[in-house]
């Protein structure tokens, strides 16, 4: 099992530039976060998900848009980036209460 | 809303001496759990407590639940240099499945 894997690694955008996040899971979970870490603020919660085709806010989902339209993957967009945004981006999953996580995209906004 | 303190922010100890992070609530916790960042990687599950007063033992690593359940602890005996990392407490929104995480303890142990 690959576990958690993310998608890209690595990525510098542009100011008002869109992208795509990707994470995929091949456990079988039914929940799927999207956090952000900043250095000093710990892991803050974008957006979450209880199962495929549900998606709620967490603690700072603005500026950011989910969707699980396959239970094995989790998608984060930036519709218009913003230097705010500029942070490392971790994906989790989980079945009961032990999140696993994902090795995290590290995004710079010029 | 829910907030959750971690002291300290950094620590550095000298290898072999012991080492404590401190959670704290400012509500009544449903659990608790402890994970660890090494530098450069991704959070990884440590433990989960329960119940009120709970202590639950992992080799050099001891964790306690307080008994008003609204702080822990992560105690590591006798550090080594692959104890370096960040630690963090995260606490489950009564009735849902956020997490809110701690701001995180960094330990440097100096061989």
């Known amino acids: 099992n690959a576990g958690v894997t993310q998608t890209p690694k690595f990525r510098v955008l542009k100011t008002g530039q869109s992208m795509t996040l990707l994470c995929a899971q091949d456990?079988?979970?039914?929940?799927m976060y999207w956090y952000r870490q900043d250095p000093g603020m710990g892991l803050r919660l974008i957006h979450y998900?209880?199962?495929?085709?549900?998606?709620a806010k967490g603690e700072v989902p603005d500026g950011y848009n989910v969707s699980r339209l396959k239970k094995q993957n989790f998608l984060l967009g930036l519709e218009s980036a913003a230097p705010s945004q500029t942070s490392v981006y971790f994906c989790a999953s989980s079945i009961s209460d032990t999140q696993y996580f994902g090795p995290g995209t590290r995004l710079t906004v010029l | 809303g829910q907030q959750v303190m971690q002291i300290p922010q950094y620590q550095h100890v000298q290898e072999g001496e012991d080492f404590t992070t401190y959670c704290n609530s400012s509500t009544t916790l449903s659990n608790i759990q402890w994970y660890k960042q090494r530098p450069g990687g991704h959070p990884v599950f440590l433990i989960q407590l329960v119940k009120s007063g709970e202590v639950k033992k992992q080799k050099r690593l001891t964790f306690q639940f307080g008994e008003a359940k609204k702080n822990s602890s992560l105690h590591i005996t006798a550090t080594q240099t692959t104890d370096v990392g960040t630690y963090f407490c995260?606490?489950?929104?009564?009735?849902?499945?956020?997490?809110?995480f701690g701001t995180g303890t960094r330990l440097k142990v100096l061989a």
């Open positions: 995260a606490q489950a929104t009564s009735g849902t499945y956020k997490y809110i």
């Open positions: 998900s209880v199962g495929e085709g549900t998606t």
């Open positions: 456990m079988n979970h039914e929940y």
